[in-house]
């Protein structure tokens, strides 16, 4: 299991039963048949620390953390080990790699509108993510961090942008070169390019996302 690109969510640690000791967020549990006591320590920085503990031999257990360990038993209690922390990792963190106060508040929105997720489609660009709807899972946001420079601007300072679809017949009179593009990696009569570092006003970017998501259907 992985908390790559992840930070966390203290007060979801919380809901999720955590309890804050010395400093710590801590998690108890049993696994495989009440046979270990599965302890998870994560302090604020989201730094993740587990220990297993054999409740019938009183002793620590560490195979499942042997990567040449094999056999039906210790590979059973390192899935157990795992899918306990797949499910605080999906519960109580959250992406980091778009993590621009205009790219949260977007993301935000999404949610909370349509309740559609950023998806991660491809391993070699983690920091690229969609957003499709679910009716018929058609994409109408795309979000990446470029080099300014491949947007056309005389600067390599990295930047995070969302690419949009848009009317035909208005994305020529408002691309300007400067805070709006032509979709920058997606067709460029359908779709506009938008800069998430503040040069644009949030209301006007929910709107243009909100027309997006209608010429998705």
Not at 198 to 210: A, M, Q, T
Request: net charge negative; glycine share 6%.
């Amino acid at each position: 299991m992985t908390f790559k690109n992840k930070s966390v969510n203290l007060e979801k640690l919380i809901e999720f039963g955590f309890e804050r000791i010395e400093g710590r967020y801590v998690y108890c549990t049993e696994i495989f048949d009440n046979q270990f006591k599965m302890t998870v320590k994560i302090d604020e920085s989201g730094e993740v620390e587990t220990e297993l503990f054999d409740l019938e031999t009183e002793e620590i257990y560490t195979l499942h953390l042997v990567a040449e360990a094999s056999g039906e038993f210790v590979g059973k209690v390192r899935s157990e080990h795992d899918r306990v922390l797949e499910e605080i990792c999906e519960k109580c963190f959250e992406s980091s790699i778009l993590g621009g106060q205009f790219t949260k508040k977007v993301i935000e929105y999404v949610q909370k509108r349509y309740g559609d997720e950023l998806e991660f489609l491809w391993e070699r660009y983690p920091d690229a993510a969609i957003i499709r709807r679910k009716d018929n899972r058609k994409w109408y946001a795309l979000f990446m961090t470029v080099s300014k420079k491949k947007l056309g601007l005389d600067d390599d300072e990295p930047a995070e942008i969302i690419d949009l679809r848009f009317d035909k017949d208005e994305l020529p009179k408002i691309v300007d070169g400067k805070r709006y593009f032509f979709g920058y990696h997606m067709n460029k009569k359908h779709w506009i390019t938008v800069l998430l570092d503040g040069s644009v006003p949030i209301e006007e970017i929910l709107n243009y996302l909100d027309n997006s998501y209608k010429l998705a259907k």
